[in-house]
């Protein structure tokens, strides 16, 4: 857990910290350490000063401290002004009085926090001299370290039941003026009592960065668990005689299964290589920082957000399309698939899309200014072309779907400021427009980086792997072109012919993939222990998992349960 916070290789540190450790085989359904290691040691690093890293810091990363990161409130999440803990300084004593003036104030669903943190990380507004300077993270011990008791004027608890993660321990945490020294804002500031803005205060976005390129690849890695799992029990499955005198197939022998399955793998590795290109941006946007410059975060923590929301919403989708696959077998717990199902859509709901900078990129960009690489694009002028049926040529069309999208919903917003809407009614009645621009803008990157990523391994590996690499990436671009046929006919200058031609290809890839299948999945390299599914493990051996789980059953300890003679026997000996 160290590595985390220091390491700048993300492969390196994620793929052995998830994809391989028995930690993650233990806490199946998620741990109550996820906070400590992925925003409280990472905000303390990030945010805190020499001093407060002496005090806090070496005791978190040897785990003699346990903390989380408290930000959403029971009545507020993403409309950060709208989070109503409060920090009030107190000039005499040289102390910050925290308040939850209320019950929507509370802090909801921080993991770690109902029984397992002794501190944690609160952000809170800062109110000095009676003007609020806006949210600041502060860090506050909440039970004491010997006896593990709430200290005085904490209130926390567990939230209750979840769809999942049951593991991680959700709690609630409530202040009524709970006095902390001075040290403890995790900011520069005066001893008067005045309140001294710089660059720090920005960095909380940094590590927001940082939490969703974590979502991107837990994303990917929640969807490649799945899609093990799934190949490997369609290798065992056996169904169907299509042929007289010739034996029953494997499923995955099946194209309707390989479209439900292929596409997972596929996804996956885009998913995979896009979060370990965000990691890359994102510690050379920390090189900035140190230096004070600022100028990429609008643009880093926009593509942050949307990616987060493609990549969590495509994942949960393919995790539930690997779960159906699967047939009655998927629906049991001991599969993991309704566990994984849940791990993966509770991304969703973690954070939210930011179409602010893509408007302004395009008001860049019809001014002539110049824009970062990612949006670089929409600068570009709209060539009428015919359909190339190539990746690069798919890359180009989403990029004008994204371009048409969004130059859509900013003339639609124009429209309605002309009518005689506020600017924030004209938003919000564009709002449908915008969401969906930004989510075109996310595919035509995610589209772009698997590409461009993909050739930077494949020049480093053999023919054989190189060419299926880019089979899978095909496939990826092809399958997303006939998802999204609709946009591309109306922006991307697809015909009906182009459309058989692409069906037909997507046909001929999902032959080429079946002999490397399961080799595929493989190479995702989870331990048995991780995957933790009866129908997915190395062996193969997947009914005799399901009968041994089901033997463990404690309704099966005795041939003839209590219930029989309590309520069954009576019922059936009563006259009606």
């Known amino acids: 857990m160290k590595k985390i916070g220091y390491s700048r290789n993300f492969e390196d540190v994620h793929k052995s910290s998830f994809r391989e450790s028995v930690h993650t085989g233990i806490f199946k359904d998620g741990s109550p350490f996820m906070l400590q290691y992925s925003m409280f040691i990472p905000t303390l690093q990030g945010m805190a000063d020499e001093e407060q890293k002496r005090r806090w810091l070496n005791r978190a990363m040897n785990f003699e401290i346990i903390g989380t990161y408290a930000q959403t409130e029971l009545g507020h999440g993403t409309f950060i002004r709208g989070l109503e803990t409060q920090a009030i300084y107190n000039e005499k004593t040289e102390e910050f009085i925290l308040h939850s003036p209320t019950l929507t104030a509370y802090k909801w669903w921080p993991g770690g926090l109902a029984h397992t943190a002794n501190y944690c990380i609160v952000m809170?507004?800062?109110?000095?001299?009676?003007?609020?300077?806006?949210?600041?993270?502060?860090?506050?011990?909440?039970?004491?370290?010997?006896?593990?008791?709430?200290?005085?004027?904490?209130k926390v608890g567990e939230i209750g039941p979840k769809l999942t993660f049951s593991g991680v321990n959700n709690g609630f945490l409530g202040f009524e003026h709970v006095r902390i020294p001075r040290e403890n804002m995790l900011m520069k500031y005066n001893q008067d009592g005045t309140f001294k803005s710089n660059p720090n205060s920005k960095l909380t976005y940094g590590t927001m960065v940082y939490v969703r390129v974590t979502i991107v690849f837990g994303a990917a890695t929640q969807l490649a668990r799945a899609v093990t799992i799934a190949v490997r029990y369609s290798a065992v499955r056996r169904q169907s005689r299509p042929k007289p005198n010739e034996p029953e197939p494997q499923i995955l022998d099946y194209a309707t299964q390989q479209h439900k399955l292929f596409i997972g793998i596929a996804t996956s590795h885009a998913y995979t290589l896009l979060a370990y290109w965000l990691w890359d941006i994102y510690t050379s946007f920390k090189k900035d920082l140190e230096s004070g410059n600022l100028d990429r975060l609008p643009e880093l923590h926009s593509l942050a957000c949307v990616l987060k929301v493609v990549s969590s919403k495509d994942c949960t989708r393919l995790v539930e399309q690997c779960r159906m696959s699967c047939g009655g077998h998927g629906f049991m717990m001991s599969s993991s698939l309704p566990q994984i199902y849940g791990l993966a859509t509770a991304a969703c709901t973690y954070e939210g899309e930011n179409t602010v900078s893509l408007v302004k990129a395009l008001d860049q960009a019809t001014k002539g200014k110049p824009l970062s690489p990612t949006m670089a694009y929409l600068g570009?002028?709209?060539?009428?072309?015919?359909?190339?049926?190539?990746?690069?040529g798919i890359v180009k069309s989403f990029q004008k779907v994204s371009i048409g999208k969004l130059r859509a919903a900013v003339s639609s917003l124009k429209q309605y400021e002309r009518s005689g809407l506020s600017p924030e009614d004209a938003w919000n009645k564009s709002s449908v427009q915008l969401i969906s621009a930004a989510e075109a803008h996310g595919r035509a990157v995610v589209m772009s980086v698997y590409k461009s990523e993909t050739d930077k391994y494949a020049s480093t590996v053999s023919a054989g792997l190189k060419t299926v690499l880019y089979q899978?990436?095909?496939?990826?671009?092809?399958?997303?072109?006939l998802q999204k046929m609709g946009d591309m006919l109306l922006y991307g200058n697809l015909t009906e012919a182009d459309v058989t031609v692409l069906q037909r290809r997507y046909e001929e890839l999902l032959e080429l993939l079946r002999p490397n299948a399961v080799g595929l999945v493989d190479a995702f390299d989870f331990r048995d222990e991780v995957l933790s599914s009866t129908l997915g493990s190395y062996d193969g051996f997947a009914y005799e998992r399901l009968m041994e789980e089901a033997m463990k059953s404690p309704l099966n300890a005795e041939p003839v349960n209590q219930s029989f003679e309590k309520y069954m026997k009576p019922l059936m000996k009563g006259k009606l």
């Open 380 to 392: 570009e002028r709209s060539v009428t072309t015919k359909w190339e049926n190539s990746v690069d």
């Open 472 to 481: 899978l990436v095909e496939l990826y671009a092809i399958y997303m072109v």
């Open 124 to 154: 809170a507004q800062l109110i000095i001299k009676g003007k609020n300077h806006g949210m600041q993270p502060f860090i506050v011990q909440i039970r004491d370290e010997e006896t593990h008791m709430p200290l005085p004027g904490i």
